[in-house]
């Protein structure tokens, strides 16, 4: 799209959805760009989203090589070995993600994401990160927060049968309609890094468990120098042992963390397909109602656990001091 107003083709592309949320908004998706880091199922599915949302452009980072695991989840990836054979998870996801929407500009960028400059964040609306070690997603998180234009920033997480979103949106104004009328809404977002560094003793008794066990997890793999997922049951004992240390420094009864729950992340290094749904159908809601300022966004942590068919939202912030 190169002008403000939407085209005819894209009009009549994008009816329905312009009967849901606007004109307007379907333009300001139509101008957007999106950066995406690490071709995993859940991500497959965000991306799909989008591309049939509608948005301006998508761009497309991981330079790591198809493998058996990435087949089982990523729909993206045709199971056609000469149709991937030499080339790139991003490349490949490219060539699918053009055959949804060819109105949206699908390409790849190359290179080690958490290298790329400040002014490399800039160029995008939102940037949606996953595979990522507990260092890049700060780093990156940082490097976006530094823009003077707000970048929207997602992180995405499925282990298993769970799965886990966070936000942050800065500064953020939206609209909200009620009945006949519209309010102006504003949120303040704090940072991956302020978010994870709240005790937990501040946090609300009834946060979600998986919460907890996540940041036991991401921990475990930041000391032990492993990649997102490179976990197995063999891990467990250590595991044990750094959530007994993280509960009394914070003083959080370790029930809070359930030994079964800690095993099905630590095994569950696989996506499951039908939570790869979820979680990018939720995600790609989420960055269409940043992008275009309508609906109340999520804030700041989104959690799924098949076992109990159960969403939960949970507002991970430093509370906020009494006068």
Same mark, same amino acid.
């Given at each position: /799209?190169?002008?403000?107003?939407?085209?005819?083709?894209?009009?009549?592309?994008?009816?329905?959805?312009?009967?849901?949320?606007?004109?307007?908004?379907?333009?300001?998706?139509?101008?957007?760009?999106?950066?995406?880091?690490?071709?995993?199922?859940?991500?497959?599915?965000?991306?799909?989203?989008?591309?049939?949302?509608?948005?301006?452009?998508?761009?497309?980072?991981?330079?790591?090589?198809?493998?058996?695991?990435?087949?089982?989840?990523?729909?993206?990836?045709?199971?056609?070995?000469?149709?991937?054979?030499?080339?790139?998870?991003?490349?490949?996801?490219?060539?699918?993600?053009?055959?949804?929407?060819?109105?949206?500009?699908?390409?790849?960028?190359?290179? =080690?994401?958490?290298?790329?400059?400040?002014?490399?964040?800039?160029?995008?609306?939102?940037?949606?990160?996953?595979?990522?070690?507990?260092?890049?997603?700060?780093?990156?998180?940082?490097?976006?927060?530094?823009?003077?234009?707000?970048?929207?920033?997602?992180?995405?997480?499925?282990?298993?049968?769970?799965?886990?979103?966070?936000?942050?949106?800065?500064?953020?104004?939206?609209?909200?309609?009620?009945?006949?009328?519209?309010?102006?809404?504003?949120?303040?977002?704090?940072?991956?890094? =302020?978010?994870?560094?709240?005790?937990?003793?501040?946090?609300?008794?009834?946060?979600?468990?998986?919460?907890?066990? /996540?940041?036991?997890?991401?921990?475990?793999?930041?000391?032990?120098?492993?990649?997102?997922?490179?976990?197995?049951?063999?891990?467990?004992?250590?595991?044990?042992?750094?959530?007994?240390?993280?509960?009394?420094?914070?003083?959080?009864?370790?029930?809070?963390?359930? =030994?079964?729950?800690?095993?099905?992340?630590?095994?569950?290094?696989?996506?499951?397909?039908?939570?790869?749904?979820?979680?990018?159908?939720?995600?790609?809601?989420?960055?269409?109602?940043?992008?275009?300022?309508?609906?109340?966004?999520?804030?700041?942590?989104?959690?799924?656990?098949?076992?109990?068919?159960?969403?939960?939202?949970?507002?991970?912030?430093?509370?906020?001091?009494?006068?």
């Amino acid at each position: /799209m190169n002008g403000e107003e939407l085209t005819e083709q894209e009009t009549a592309l994008y009816d329905r959805q312009i009967r849901v949320w606007g004109a307007d908004a379907q333009r300001r998706l139509s101008k957007s760009h999106i950066l995406v880091y690490g071709m995993k199922g859940t991500v497959a599915e965000f991306c799909k989203n989008i591309v049939l949302a509608g948005v301006g452009s998508v761009t497309l980072v991981d330079d790591r090589e198809v493998t058996e695991e990435a087949l089982s989840a990523n729909f993206l990836i045709l199971p056609d070995e000469n149709l991937y054979h030499g080339k790139t998870l991003a490349e490949v996801c490219c060539d699918s993600l053009k055959e949804f929407n060819p109105m949206v500009h699908v390409s790849v960028e190359k290179g =080690d994401i958490s290298t790329f400059g400040v002014e490399f964040f800039g160029k995008f609306d939102a940037v949606v990160i996953s595979c990522c070690s507990l260092a890049k997603k700060k780093l990156i998180n940082q490097k976006c927060r530094k823009l003077p234009k707000r970048v929207a920033f997602y992180t995405v997480d499925c282990r298993g049968s769970c799965g886990e979103i966070f936000v942050d949106l800065k500064d953020y104004k939206y609209s909200k309609k009620k009945l006949e009328e519209t309010d102006e809404c504003q949120l303040e977002f704090p940072s991956f890094e =302020d978010t994870i560094s709240v005790p937990w003793k501040a946090l609300p008794k009834r946060v979600s468990k998986l919460y907890f066990a /996540m940041r036991v997890i991401e921990q475990f793999e930041d000391a032990e120098g492993r990649n997102p997922g490179e976990t197995s049951i063999a891990d467990l004992p250590g595991v044990l042992k750094l959530r007994k240390e993280l509960c009394e420094t914070n003083s959080v009864n370790e029930s809070q963390i359930p =030994d079964a729950l800690l095993e099905r992340l630590l095994i569950g290094t696989s996506e499951y397909p039908p939570v790869c749904a979820i979680i990018g159908g939720i995600l790609g809601q989420e960055v269409i109602k940043a992008i275009s300022g309508k609906g109340d966004p999520l804030k700041n942590f989104f959690f799924f656990d098949a076992m109990d068919g159960k969403g939960l939202i949970e507002d991970i912030s430093e509370p906020k001091p009494v006068s």
